[in-house]
C-alpha cells in the first residue's frame, strides 16, 4: 500500500523578506449549505457545496469572492483566525453523491479545505469554537481536536516573517468532556465554547486590575501559557511580536466578554434558547484570561487580532513599563451574517506593518475592516442582502490562453488604494523573434509552461489601481520582431581590482536594442557555463568565486531577451586578483 501527501501553501519562494509588508486577516467565514438549517442561518451568496456535475451547487459563493480579491491585491500572506464552518446542525446526513453519509465536520471542513486551496498565498489558520467540538458516543465518535492536527497541524504553533514574529493561539482550550456535543433537540451544543487559556492561568473574574495582574505566578504556567511565555521571551529580539487568536482575552476595556458566560452572543433567538434549555450562564468563564494579557504586556506585544464576535472592534492596553502598547484588533466576519439590514457587513482586514510598526490596519476609522462588497455603507447600516457585487471587481477579455490581445480590468470602488494589484497571463508562445509588450503594468516574473517547446507564456503582471479608478492593463504582441541580440557585463565589487574573499558582489549591466528586453542570465565561473542554469535578470547578484589558493578569477555571464525564440547575448568577462588573508 502506497501513501502520499502534500501541503499546499507551504512554501512561497521570496527574494528577500521586506521591512514594510502587508496581510490580511480574514475570520469567521462558516462554510455551510441548504443541508445546515437553524434558526438565524442564511444564504446570501451561498449555496451547495460544487459536486462537479450540477452547475447550480456554486458552493461558498461569498468566500469564492473574497479569495478572489486576495489573490487580486497579492499581500504576503494571511491569517485565518478561525470557525471556518459551521458543525452543529446534524451528527450524520447523506449528502449524496459523491459524499455519501458524512459526519457535518467531515463534510464541512472539507468543503473549507477546498475553497481555501485556491488562495494563492500563504496561509497560516487557527482555531475557532465552531473547530474545537468533539463528537464522544455520536457520529464519527472524533475529538475534532485531533482531526485538526491531522489535517493542519498544531493546536498553537509560531512562525516568522523575517524579523516579524507571529504566535497563533488555541482560546479553545477546554479538555474533551467540556467540548463534547450534545444534542438537545432544537440545537446541538457543547458545555463550553467560549475563550480559555488552561495551563496554571488565573480563574475566571471579569474585569481586569493592576494587582490582579500582579498575581499571576508565571513560574507556575503549564501547557500552553507555559509555551506562549516561553515564545514570548524567546523573540524578544525581533522587531515586532503579533498575537492572533480568536477569542480576545481584553475585549470591552479588560471587560473579558468573550471569555465571560454571559456575553453578547447570548442575546436574540438563540440565546432564548439556551436559556430555556438551562445551559445558558455556564459555557464560558474560562481560565488564562488575565495571564495572557499579562504576557502580551510584559513581552510588547505590538498587535493582537481576533474575531468570534463576527463585528469591528478596536482598543488598546498598555505594555507593563508604558512604553507602548497592544494594539487589539477584532475584525469582522467574511460571511453574510443576516441578508437584511446590519451595521456588520462581510469585510476583511488588510495590515500594513513598516519597520517595527503597524502602519494600518483600518478601511475607515476608527474601526472599520475594508469591506468585500460593493455598495457597503462602513460604519453606518448596509441591506446586505442587495450586496452581490464585489468591491474589487476584475475581468480579462478575452480570456488569456488562446489570444495574442488579453485586457485585463480591474474596477476598484474602494476608496483605498490597491497597491501592486497582480495577474497572470498565459500567453501562446510566438516566433520569429516576436514578444509580448505590457502596457499599463510591470513585469514581475515570466515562465513558460515546457523548457523545450513552451506552448504558453506566463506573464505575472503587478499594477497599482487608485480609489475609484476602473483599470486596463494589456499584454500585446509586439509590432514588430526583436532580431538584435542583448549586450552586456558586469564587474566585481563596485569595480575592485583585488578581493580577500571568495564571497563577492557582482554589478550587472545589460541592454537589448532590439526593444524586448532583458529576460535573464546565465553566471558561471566557467566559460563553458557548465552546471549553471538561467535566473531572472537583476542588476546586482551575490556570488561565491572558484575555490582555490590566491591568484586570478573569472567570471562569466550571458544574457537572454524576451523575444520568441530567445536571441542570446555573446559572453562578456571580467577578471580579479584573489588574495586571501
Not at 503582471?461 to 483599470?471: F, I
Not at 563553458?528 to 535578470?537: I, L, N, P, R, V
Request: net charge negative; charged share 20%; aromatic share 12%.
Amino acid at each position: 500500500t502506497s501513501v502520499s501527501d502534500s501541503q499546499p501553501h507551504a512554501l512561497k519562494a521570496v527574494d528577500q523578506y521586506k521591512d514594510r509588508f502587508s496581510f490580511c486577516q480574514l475570520t469567521d467565514i462558516h462554510v455551510y449549505g441548504p443541508e445546515c438549517d437553524y434558526p438565524s442561518a442564511n444564504y446570501h451568496l451561498r449555496s451547495e457545496r460544487s459536486d462537479g456535475k450540477d452547475p447550480e451547487r456554486r458552493g461558498a459563493v461569498y468566500y469564492q469572492k473574497a479569495i478572489e480579491q486576495v489573490n487580486l491585491m497579492r499581500p504576503d500572506f494571511c491569517v485565518l483566525t478561525g470557525d471556518f464552518m459551521f458543525g452543529q446542525s446534524y451528527f450524520l446526513q447523506d449528502q449524496g453523491s459523491p459524499w455519501g453519509l458524512t459526519t457535518e465536520y467531515e463534510y464541512e471542513m472539507l468543503w473549507f479545505y477546498e475553497e481555501t486551496l485556491k488562495m494563492d498565498v500563504p496561509v497560516f489558520l487557527l482555531m475557532g469554537n465552531h473547530e474545537c467540538f468533539s463528537e464522544d458516543d455520536e457520529a464519527a465518535k472524533e475529538d475534532w481536536f485531533d482531526n485538526w492536527r491531522r489535517l493542519y497541524g498544531p493546536l498553537y504553533h509560531s512562525f516568522d516573517y523575517g524579523d516579524y514574529h507571529f504566535l497563533a493561539l488555541n482560546s479553545q482550550d477546554w479538555p474533551v468532556e467540556e467540548r463534547t456535543l450534545v444534542d438537545y433537540g432544537v440545537s446541538i451544543q457543547s458545555d463550553k465554547y467560549k475563550g480559555q487559556f488552561s495551563g496554571g492561568g488565573d480563574r475566571w473574574s471579569p474585569g481586569v486590575s493592576v494587582e490582579r495582574l500582579e498575581g499571576v505566578d508565571e513560574s507556575r504556567l503549564t501547557g500552553q501559557l507555559r509555551w506562549m511565555r516561553d515564545d514570548l521571551r524567546g523573540h524578544q529580539g525581533s522587531k515586532m511580536r503579533v498575537v492572533a487568536t480568536h477569542q480576545e482575552p481584553w475585549r470591552q476595556e479588560g471587560s473579558g466578554v468573550m471569555w465571560a458566560s454571559a456575553g453578547a452572543d447570548t442575546g436574540g433567538f438563540i440565546g432564548q434558547i439556551k436559556s430555556l434549555m438551562g445551559f445558558a450562564g455556564v459555557y464560558g468563564n474560562g481560565e488564562g484570561r488575565l495571564a495572557a494579557i499579562k504576557l502580551m504586556s510584559e513581552n510588547k506585544v505590538a498587535l493582537e487580532i481576533s474575531g468570534h464576535f463576527h463585528s469591528d472592534f478596536v482598543e488598546a492596553f498598555p505594555w507593563a513599563d508604558k512604553s507602548g502598547r497592544v494594539l487589539s484588533v477584532n475584525t469582522t466576519c467574511t460571511q453574510f451574517n443576516v441578508d437584511g439590514l446590519s451595521r456588520s457587513y462581510p469585510g476583511y482586514r488588510r495590515i500594513w506593518i513598516n519597520n517595527g510598526t503597524v502602519e494600518s490596519f483600518n478601511y475607515a476609522d476608527p474601526m472599520w475592516s475594508y469591506p468585500i462588497y460593493k455598495g457597503t455603507n462602513v460604519g453606518g447600516v448596509t441591506d446586505l442582502g442587495k450586496l452581490v457585487r464585489p468591491a474589487i471587481e476584475f475581468s480579462f477579455s478575452p480570456s488569456p490562453g488562446s489570444s495574442r490581445a488579453v485586457t485585463l480590468t480591474i474596477e476598484n470602488s474602494l476608496k483605498k488604494p490597491l497597491p501592486g494589484a497582480y495577474a497572470e497571463f498565459p500567453m501562446p508562445f510566438l516566433s520569429k523573434g516576436y514578444y509580448y509588450e505590457v502596457k499599463n503594468g510591470s513585469v514581475a516574473q515570466t515562465y513558460d509552461d515546457d523548457d523545450k517547446s513552451p506552448e504558453h507564456r506566463v506573464y505575472q503582471v503587478y499594477t497599482d489601481v487608485a480609489p475609484g479608478e476602473v483599470k486596463k492593463v494589456q499584454v500585446v504582441e509586439s509590432a514588430a520582431p526583436d532580431l538584435a541580440a542583448p549586450v552586456g557585463g558586469l564587474s566585481i565589487n563596485g569595480g575592485a581590482q583585488k578581493i580577500s574573499s571568495l564571497a563577492v558582489t557582482l554589478d550587472i549591466e545589460a541592454s537589448d536594442p532590439g526593444g524586448a528586453g532583458i529576460k535573464d542570465m546565465m553566471i558561471s565561473n566557467t566559460p563553458d557555463f557548465k552546471g549553471a542554469e538561467w535566473q531572472t535578470y537583476s542588476a546586482s547578484a551575490t556570488w561565491s568565486l572558484a575555490d582555490g589558493s590566491a591568484g586570478n578569477r573569472e567570471v562569466y555571464v550571458k544574457f537572454r531577451d524576451y523575444a520568441m525564440p530567445a536571441n542570446v547575448s555573446g559572453v562578456a568577462q571580467v577578471s580579479i586578483i584573489y588574495y586571501p588573508q
